[in-house]
DNA sequence: TCGATACGTCAACCAGGTTGTCGTAACATG
DNA sequence: CATGTTACGACAACCTGGTTGACGTATCGA
């Protein structure tokens, strides 16, 4: 075994950043700015139909707060509109705009062009097997990446 | 292609996460309590010569300040001693306590046997596959992980 | 010798979360 | 139908882990 098991995680990390970091730089460029995945997920849980506050923060592992705080940038930047639901007043309904749906459709194009280039590069099944195997491994795309805090100890009980 | 690029990102930070979640338990149960990535980080580049704030600033990526922080809890939980250097009055130098080293060379050891365990599941040659393409990738371990902000635009320009 | 530079530190601030509290709406139950 | 319970959304306050800017002091170099 010529790599050691911390050195394998950083790769992991490393490559997860790398398409990560090139990602939201060429959504920046087609004029989706300021947009980081937890953006991204939101908007997908509400398309997907979560679509009040309390729905969202169930959804996405994080506090209504945080939801709202959320979704007032994604409102503010044009991605998501808010109105109130006729059949129950407290609540205010999620839905996504035309830009919102661009933004989704975009990103999911960009994502899949830099998989492409890394399959040219190292050749599309050697990539294949890569997340073959992390699925094998049962790894699970993290529901919630709660940025902050994203080691903190707390994760693990 | 069966898989979405967003799906491959997901997959390898839900690999990353999975090995560090783990990783940080299992030091946590032996012992080695609080201790975040960034902390070990720090400990190795205190021990590759790296023994003053300005210098650690500099090879993590990260303020001095941030830098400050973070020694400040190393001392006080006992894996760093600080001492001042005769030769240049304003230097604080840094050094790795017993439990300070034996916090590497157990943290070494946990994702050692993490890494274990995953190629027990899916092989050891599978596993070296997946290290190998990111390698080949030209993905480098991120040299520091800014945990805060790893995903702000930022990190583009 | 003395200006430029580098070190370490402090205070203030910021981002992105959390918790606790609260008013209000809906619901279920006697 | 009155009323207690529960759920929603919002606010304020706070926490963490970073950043920036200012500053005092030590060292270096022309």
Redesign the interface.
């Known amino acids: 075994?010529?790599?050691?098991?911390?050195?394998?995680?950083?790769?992991?990390?490393?490559?997860?950043?790398?398409?990560?970091?090139?990602?939201?730089?060429e959504l920046?460029r087609r004029g989706y700015?300021?947009?980081?995945?937890?953006h991204?997920f939101a908007l997908r849980s509400i398309l997907a139909g979560a679509d009040t506050t309390a729905e969202l923060a169930r959804e996405l592992g994080i506090s209504k707060q945080a939801v709202i705080k959320t979704v007032g940038f994604l409102e503010a930047e044009g991605y998501v509109a808010v109105e109130a639901d006729e059949r129950d007043g407290r609540r205010r309904l999620y839905s996504l705009t035309h830009r919102g749906r661009g933004l989704l459709r975009t990103?999911?194009q960009?994502?899949?062009?830099?998989?492409?280039a890394?399959?040219q590069?190292?050749g599309?099944d050697?990539?294949?097997?890569?997340?073959d195997?992390?699925?094998?491994?049962g790894?699970?795309?993290?529901a919630h990446?709660d940025?902050?805090g994203?080691?903190?100890?707390s994760?693990?009980?």
């Open positions: 075994m010529t790599r050691s098991g911390a050195d394998l995680a950083l790769l992991l990390l490393g490559g997860f950043r790398a398409l990560a970091d090139a990602g939201s730089a920046a700015d300021k947009i980081r995945p937890v991204d990103g999911e960009v994502f899949n062009e830099l998989r492409d890394w399959a590069r190292i599309a050697q990539l294949e097997a890569v997340g195997a992390l699925a094998d491994l790894v699970r795309a993290p990446l940025a902050a994203w080691f903190s100890g994760s693990a009980e």
